[in-house]
């Protein structure tokens, strides 16, 4: 079945490349997706995939019926779903690459792989497509396609799940783009593989007063300077440096004048980690520690912290199997086991609250160039990737089915 699998990604390697070109043309931002969208729907309807379209707003759902056929979104069959995962958004950065294929669209660009994503997600369903209409029976349960938007914002998943994307789902495999990783490479990691994302809002209300007489007022400028100081040293001192946390404040806002105190300072920042257990007390955490400080000088506090997305869980047997699929299909050297989690975030993880999945990273290197990072106006990608991406997940499916 792998030869299979590797022959027909071959062949479809050449429209792949121009599907992936096309997208990365013509970028859309998160919850905008709807020339996308179109797209995509085409080309599953074309492939013979069965095609839902505005799932999860301007998502899209593509199924392969098993034995026992579907009846997408109601959900009532009791069969098994493995589920594949990509997105399909880009990001509001002026694109600085000399590609041909440049975006179409000035001050939007896909830095983030997600035309990568989406190609290897049509390139993944059309393989199978194929193989189910030559070998009829070949899976006894549905593979169905999430086409998901707004990943950037966080917010795609959990349309997605809220429209019945993961109805019977019993699994679910995902993919993003690496660029540390050589193009035509795959990166594993058991647990954790990325962070839980949250935001922060911290209102410090002082009294002003004349700066030259800083003890007739309550300077919430400094408080907030303490308060910030205090949250860092304490993460360093209170929480467990094996579970880590990172607390970032990206803005500051507060004060009238040069002479005048402030009386209010709005702190807005992230908060990341990677324990479920920490990832629980933050929020207790840091407002015991923002009371403090505001109390011993003086000041009031409020504040706000919004949950975002959990971190991402990798299943073990579901990463066992991209790991077997991908040994298979590449040989050892080109697979790397992931020793460190990353603290970015992905809202994958909102529908591993639904159903245990895992993620691979797809290596889009280049060897013989600069590598720039993701959301950078001049990252590129390796496209031999594509068709790597296609084959990893495409037999990955085939094992997983062969399991049931």
């Known amino acids: 079945m ?25 970028p859309e931002l998160s919850g905008q997706e709807h020339q996308t969208a179109a797209y995509v729907a085409g080309v599953l309807s074309s492939s013979g ?46 694109e600085r690459t000399k590609l041909e294929f440049i975006s179409h669209n000035p001050g939007v660009m896909h830095a983030c792989g997600h035309d990568v994503h989406t190609t290897v997600g049509l390139g993944t369903a059309m393989v199978l497509a194929q193989l189910q209409g030559t070998i009829p029976g070949l899976f006894p349960g549905t593979t169905r396609f999430l086409f998901q938007p707004a990943e950037e914002i ?59 007489r800083p003890h007739e007022a309550i300077d919430a400028i400094w408080i907030a300077a303490q308060v910030i100081t205090t949250l860092q040293q304490a993460i360093s001192r209170t929480q467990n440096p094996l579970r880590p946390v990172v607390l970032t404040i990206g803005k500051i806002t507060g004060g009238r004048a040069p002479n005048v105190i402030a009386d209010q300072v709005q702190l807005v920042g992230t908060v990341r980690s990677l324990h479920p257990d920490t990832h629980a007390h ?14 011993i000088y003086g000041a009031t506090c ?28 590449w040989g050892n050297d080109r697979v790397q086991i992931l020793l460190e989690p990353s603290l970015g975030a992905e809202d994958f993880s909102v529908y591993l609250e ?20 993701l959301h950078h106006p001049q990252f590129e990608v390796n496209e031999a990737a594509i068709v790597t991406g296609v084959v990893t997940l495409a037999y990955a499916a085939y094992k997983y089915w062969q399991t049931k």
Request: proline fraction near 5%; include cysteine.
């Open 354 to 373: 639904q159903a245990p999945g895992s993620m691979f990273r797809l290596g889009v290197g280049f060897v013989d160039r600069p590598n720039y990072p």
């Open 302 to 329: 409020q504040v706000n912290y919004q949950r975002g997305v959990p971190s991402v869980q990798n299943d073990t047997f579901l990463t066992n199997i991209l790991e077997s699929a991908a040994r298979e299909a």
């Open 154 to 212: 966080a917010q795609g998943a959990s349309w997605m799940v809220k429209d019945g994307a993961m109805n019977n789902v019993a699994g679910i495999l995902g993919v993003h783009v690496f660029p540390s990783i050589p193009g035509g490479s795959v990166g594993l990691r058991y647990g954790a593989l990325t962070a839980a994302a949250d935001d922060l809002e911290i209102i410090i209300q002082g009294e002003s007063g004349h700066g030259a």
């Open 282 to 295: 933050l929020p207790q955490w840091i407002e015991n520690i923002v009371q403090g400080v505001c109390q």
């Open 49 to 94: 995939v069965r095609v839902w379209e505005t799932v999860g707003r301007t998502g899209v759902v593509g199924e392969l019926a098993g034995a026992q056929g579907s009846d997408f979104p109601k959900g009532k069959l009791c069969q098994q779903v493995l589920a594949i995962r990509t997105d399909m958004d880009a990001l509001p950065i002026y």
């Open 2 to 26: 792998l030869s299979q699998i590797k022959e027909l990604a071959a062949t479809l390697a050449p429209r792949l490349i121009d599907i992936r070109r096309h997208i990365h043309a013509h």
